[in-house]
């Protein structure tokens, strides 16, 4: 299993994101591994309408080199991070990927 971090260029709409994607990545990836957890950022429509963050769940790991169309397409599933806290999504992230 693996996952990859949608974020938009810049900042979201949503603080607590914005802090997983800029405080976190790094210590998730050294525990689940970087081919298993990975980011993608994505350019906003406008300044007003900022692309949502999301986490791509994979049965398989996904090729790092993949555009985000193309994650997005093979995604086993997707989950919207609007209004999610930091630490929950931390937390589900940490819980279910493999260690590496």
């Excluded at 990836?29 to 957890?37: A, P, S, T, V």
């Excluded at 193309?70 to 929950?88: F, N, P, V």
Aim: proline letters at 6%; glycine letters at 6%.
């Amino acid at each position: 299993e693996a996952a990859v971090l949608i974020h938009p260029e810049g900042q979201s709409f949503y603080p607590e994101i914005d802090e997983l994607y800029k405080e976190d990545v790094k210590g998730i990836q050294q525990q689940k591994g970087k081919k298993r957890f990975f980011t993608k950022t994505v350019e906003s429509v406008s300044y007003f309408e900022p692309s949502p963050s999301m986490i791509l769940w994979f049965n398989e790991i996904p090729g790092s080199s993949s555009t985000v169309s193309q994650l997005k397409s093979k995604a086993a599933e997707t989950i919207m991070l609007g209004g999610w806290k930091r630490d929950e999504a931390r937390d589900m992230l940490l819980a279910l990927l493999p260690d590496a």
